[in-house]
């Protein structure tokens, strides 16, 4: 028979226990050793059986239990403390505080940070990979510094699947049906008790109605707008049912849900709680790309006593305090919905007071060369509604700028307005214990907490000074502990599979703690190339069997449950897994998870990442496997095209550096892969396990352990998610900020002004030309160190020269005569318009570089507002040069 209702029964702590409620509905468990070990003393065998989750444990802990514990005074002494600890980390000043004193009042005082996903800990599954992940670390890192972020979500009674495997290695999925009364969340309440509602209007006088769940990230709160409550019916119950599910309208509805509803439950917490209103909003991604719409509303229907902002005014005010982090580095991966849909539900009944549709449509409209006019582009409208955008790695800021290049015309890629700012990832999260044991040991207990915790380089020095002997051992103990719980998931898959404990000998014998261990675990779209190594099947089986240099590989990944073509490359990954002549050297783990990771990462030698360059964002599973001595054998894309040095592990050869083709859809993709698995192969034989297999006298291999000695000083603090926050507060949340008061003050007259001159000069813009250039200089060679006296004749049209700047580019030419390496020089206006309304502008270009060499000039709207001088997407070149015709000195 099936319930017709459930709930939770919780367990009656004895009073002297009451701080263990306090410690379970904190998150910051999941990443304080010393919590999650009293939480296992209260019972370690419930602890195991609950997935290590507190609330949980404190459900089904006995009775008998927890009196024992209430009696014992050492039990109580350790309560005591970490209940005071925790209260310590909440309230005491931090890295965030101590520069706020420093910097005076310029830094934000409250920050709301929207993603569609949060990986938090295994025991609140609300994500489903990187971007998850990458957003949990982000939280945890601003609570550890003592940033004011406040985190908005969706809360999946379904979260993301659980997948397993049939016997012929298909992946299965299933969506357990969680209760937030089992989980570390509380339902934020209104004054009177009530819970907060916050409702959105929908086509046809429906409403889409959400409660609001918080989970406490330390001193971070994470709001979690969940739309299955009574109010509902049937269909809006289900929007937040499970992540990524569903059709178009459907994610349209999560969207809508996560951008509008999240800043009205933002406006609720700060008016129950008293936390400081955000100054700066970012949105993780274009999934929250609403929140800038609604944030307009909010500034036109302000002036419902009074004269309220107009659309334009509220959309600069809205820009200049949002920031808009780009996940993706393909069209592919954005969302894209039909215009229609998106104006049914932004149109008629269903309108934004105040916010015509043809402004919203306007916001994500595909306007570029190529663009489909009847789709609505997420990423899109999340550019134009944020003044600050950025990539999530270097070499990402580049591909970004080029994809994104059409929403400013007339600008070469590299000066499109999208920066970047590297991910990182949570130290206390992801480092094995273990590791922090032996780094404390030569370092001291308290500077690794606050090396792992700033990304302080200086902290990290020290680590070098670590013994052969006590790196190896560790490293030894780590690929253990890995074997162990690879060989239990390993069985349990087995078992799902249909096999009988008959058949399942073999497993004890599976993987082996003293040879070199090669991790490979992420997502599984195509581009990711999960199947790689198995191009040549006849040579990897000779590396896992070598007899003397043997290899063995873990592998874990989800393909999306609507990925057939992903779910193929699992499946063949298993079928060459099973086979008994390899399967005691390579096994396919289902069900990655944070929980999984926790084992993997520090347990693995060598972690492989071989997507296609540059596909990968940033690949944040190689930083977390480098904080625990692991090297990195990778294609040079993400974080590791900026972070390899030779020394913390090995780069990929790829196809186009072997005059290859990168086209992923080229006919050359078959020639691409053959020749990259080749280079890989060869990589593990001759490099990798030589040099793993190298031994001394004393039986330990010195050139191994001096590179896992160079990855922890050297890559410890770039990869952390403190240095990551660090620079968000320092080059992108605080800037913001300061832009955001500059235009809110004296009722928003700076937002006023901004808007009208940005309408002025889109107005004039047609008629702003460069009508003439000379330059004082023979057609012959220059010399370096020389210049040249540039005259330029404008026509401003209506506007002034205060509203432009003049410039000159130059830089190297190529064959057909593009500038690169472009360096700007701004000219200056001499005397007032000529007769025929022209106004000239002079300068000197200085010859500072040998070989082929030109210029162009240019005209840039300007304003002291403007956060770059492409903000706007205008610029007139000389009539000659829409082609760059640049003046050539060869």
Not at 17 to 45: C, G, I, K, M, Y
Not at 164 to 173: I, K, P, T, V
Not at 250 to 263: F, N, S, T, W
């Amino acid at each position: 028979m099936k319930a017709i209702r459930r709930f939770t029964v919780r367990t009656v702590l004895p009073e002297q226990l009451q701080p263990l409620h306090e410690l379970a509905l904190n998150l910051r468990w999941s990443w304080h050793p010393e919590t999650r070990d009293l939480f296992r003393s209260v019972d370690p065998e419930v602890w195991a059986a609950t997935g290590e989750d507190p609330v949980r444990l404190l459900g089904e802990v006995p009775a008998a239990r927890l009196a024992a514990l209430a009696a014992d005074r050492r039990f109580l002494r350790r309560l005591g403390d970490l209940a005071d600890d925790l209260r310590e980390y909440l309230a005491g000043p931090r890295w965030y505080q101590a520069a706020e004193q420093a910097a005076g009042a310029a830094q934000p005082a409250g920050v709301a940070y929207f993603s569609p996903e949060y990986g938090i800990a295994a025991a609140l599954p609300q994500y489903s990979g990187g971007l998850g992940i990458l957003a949990g670390d982000h939280l945890k890192a601003a609570s550890d510094l003592g940033v004011p972020i406040i985190g908005v979500g969706l809360f999946y009674r379904h979260g993301y699947f659980r997948q397993s495997l049939d016997r012929d290695g298909w992946q299965q999925e299933r969506y357990p049906l969680l209760d937030p009364d089992e989980l570390a969340v509380t339902l934020l309440r209104e004054t009177d008790g009530t819970p907060c509602r916050v409702d959105l209007a929908l086509p046809g006088g429906r409403t889409l109605a959400a409660h609001v769940w918080k989970a406490q990230v330390g001193r971070v709160p994470l709001l979690l707008l969940d739309s299955d409550i009574e109010a509902n019916s049937p269909a809006e119950r289900d929007v937040t049912d499970r992540l990524y599910g569903g059709g178009s309208e459907h994610r349209l509805l999560q969207e809508m849900l996560l951008g509008i509803g999240g800043v009205r439950a933002v406006r609720s917490y700060c008016r129950l709680t008293g936390h400081p209103a955000p100054e700066v909003f970012h949105t993780n991604e274009g999934h929250a790309g609403f929140l800038g719409v609604e944030r307009i509303r909010e500034l036109i229907a302000d002036g419902a006593a009074g004269p309220g902002l107009d659309f334009a005014a509220a959309l600069e005010a809205v820009r200049a305090g949002t920031l808009f982090t780009t996940h993706t580095p393909v069209p592919a991966g954005i969302d894209r919905f039909d215009r229609d849909l998106v104006a049914r539900h932004f149109g008629g009944d269903a309108a934004l007071p105040g916010v015509p549709v043809d402004q919203v449509l306007a916001l994500g409209a595909e306007s570029w060369r190529g663009g489909d006019p009847k789709l609505f582009n997420m990423a899109a409208m999340g550019l134009r509604l944020a003044q600050r955008a950025n990539g999530v790695s270097t070499l990402h800021g580049e591909v970004s700028r080029s994809m994104f290049n059409g929403l400013w015309p007339g600008f070469d890629p590299a000066e499109v307005p999208i920066t970047s700012v590297t991910n990182g990832v949570h130290a206390a999260t992801w480092i094995d214990p273990a590791v922090v044991r032996l780094g404390a040991a030569e370092i001291g207990a308290e500077r690794a907490e606050s090396a792992m915790t700033t990304g302080d380089a200086q902290r990290w020095t020290g680590l070098e000074k670590i013994a052969n002997t006590d790196v190896w051992e560790l490293r030894r103990t780590l690929r253990s502990q890995l074997v162990d719980e690879a060989r239990s998931r390993l069985r349990a898959s087995w078992r799902q599979r249909g096999a009988g404990e008959a058949e399942l000998g073999w497993v004890a014998s599976a993987l082996d703690p003293d040879v070199l261990t090669i991790g490979f675990a992420r997502r599984v779209p195509s581009y990711k190339r999960l199947t790689l190594m198995l191009r040549d099947q006849d040579r990897l089986r000779a590396l896992l069997l070598h007899p003397t240099r043997p290899v063995q590989i873990v592998v874990a990944g989800k393909a999306h449950p609507a990925d057939d073509g992903g779910k193929r490359l699992i499946q063949q990954m298993v079928a060459f897994a099973d086979d008994p002549a390899v399967r005691h050297r390579i096994v396919f783990l289902p069900d990655y998870d944070m929980a999984m990771a926790r084992h993997l990462y520090p347990g693995c030698d060598v972690w492989l990442n071989n997507p296609l360059r540059p596909l990968e964002a940033c690949g944040t599973s190689g930083m977390k496997a480098a904080l625990n001595g692991c090297l990195n054998l990778s294609v040079l894309d993400g974080w590791w095209d900026e972070w390899y040095d030779g020394q913390n592990g090995w780069a990929i050869p790829t196809a186009d550096e072997a005059g290859g083709v990168l086209d992923p859809d080229s006919g050359e993709a078959e020639r691409r892969d053959d020749i990259e698995a080749a280079a890989l192969y060869d990589l593990i034989e001759h490099q990798v396990a030589a040099r793993f297999y190298d031994r001394g006298a004393d039986g330990l291999p010195h050139r191994w352990i001096a590179m896992v000695r160079h990855t922890l000083v050297t890559l410890g603090p770039k990869v952390l998610a403190g240095r990551m926050v660090r620079e968000y507060v320092d080059r992108l949340y605080t800037p913001a900020a300061l832009a955001q008061r500059e235009l809110a003050a004296a009722d928003h007259a700076g937002a006023r002004e901004l808007a009208g001159w940005k309408a002025r000069v889109r107005e004039s813009w047609p008629a702003v030309r460069v009508e003439h250039v000379e330059a004082e200089c023979p057609d012959e060679a220059q010399e370096l160190g020389s210049s040249l006296a540039l005259r330029v004749q404008v026509a401003l049209g209506t506007l002034e020269p205060g509203d432009v700047e003049v410039q000159a580019v130059s830089g190297r030419v190529d064959e057909s005569d593009g500038i690169s390496d472009a360096r700007v020089l701004a000219l200056k206006p001499v005397g007032g318009p000529d007769l025929d309304g022209r106004t000239r502008y002079e300068g000197s270009l200085e010859l500072s570089r040998t070989g082929p060499f030109g210029y162009t000039v240019r005209v840039l709207p300007a304003h002291p507002r403007l956060a770059s001088p492409a903000e706007l997407g205008l610029v007139a070149l000389p009539a000659e040069s829409t082609g760059m015709d640049a003046g050539l000195l060869r």
